[in-house]
């Protein structure tokens, strides 16, 4: 079945550094692929997306790349800041499985000032 | 404004009482997802619907249930048979076909057991 693995946490850093959070996936086929933040208490909110390979999603300075041949999308940001701090969930989803999202364990970020 | 509005966003619940979580979407989506996530840990899918008077299970499903009379509307009840109900809950959406649409998510609502 399809499956996502993403790097345990939390991950501290100090605010401007490079960020790089590792994900990989096992689906056959296609899937879309997925970036959600999650602020403490709070909802997922879809951070960036890629439905193909080679796609770049970008959003609020963050970027990930939909690379086939890895099987990989990792998250990366160029420097954070503290109110980055969240959690970040990499997730995929299939057509054929009804669009429903398969999650990652989720990596708490911590930024310090 | 358009979203998924879950409510309550805290609830408590006694030992063998049903509690019902709404879940109501305005956004015109097909689809309803439910999810459950505990702490520190990802998010599992409870239930999910494609379309009005139609659900499915989904990987942990035993304890709870579901309806989905109407497209704007897909509630969830946890049951007494839920052996370990304490949990963060959300709710999703999203438009139905093709791979890669975008799910949407509600704020969540938190029950725990007293």
């Known amino acids: 079945g399809n499956s996502v693995t993403q790097m345990e946490g939390p991950v501290t850093l100090s605010e401007e550094a490079f960020l790089t959070i590792n994900c990989t996936y096992t689906?056959?086929?296609?899937?879309?692929l997925f970036w959600y933040v999650q602020y403490p208490g709070e909802g997922l909110q879809l951070l960036l997306k890629?439905?193909?390979?080679?796609d770049k999603g970008s959003n609020k300075g963050f970027e990930a790349t939909y690379r086939k041949e890895t099987t990989s999308f990792h998250l990366e940001k160029g420097s954070v800041q503290v109110s980055d701090s969240a959690v970040y969930f990499c997730?995929?989803?299939?057509?054929?499985?009804?669009?429903?999202?398969?999650f990652g364990g989720g990596t708490r970020l911590m930024v310090k000032p | 404004d358009g979203g998924i509005t879950q409510s309550p966003k805290y609830l408590f619940r006694k030992e063998g009482q049903n509690v019902t979580l709404s879940c109501e979407q305005n956004?015109?989506?097909?689809?309803m997802y439910w999810y459950r996530q505990d702490p520190g840990q990802g998010l599992r899918l409870i239930y999910y619907?494609?379309?009005?008077?139609?659900?499915q299970k989904g990987d942990i499903a035993e304890g709870y249930s579901v309806s989905r009379e109407k497209k704007e509307s897909f509630p969830l009840t946890v049951t007494s048979a839920q052996k370990n109900p304490t949990a963060f809950y959300l709710c999703?959406?999203?438009?139905?076909?093709?791979?890669?649409?975008?799910?949407?998510f509600g704020e969540g609502s938190w029950l725990t057991v007293v």
């Open positions: 890629a439905t193909k390979a080679d």
């Open positions: 997730a995929l989803s299939k057509a054929n499985a009804g669009n429903m999202l398969t």
């Open positions: 619907s494609q379309i009005v008077n139609d659900f």
């Open positions: 689906a056959t086929g296609y899937p879309s």
């Open positions: 999703a959406s999203s438009v139905q076909g093709l791979s890669g649409n975008t799910i949407y």
């Open positions: 956004l015109n989506h097909d689809a």
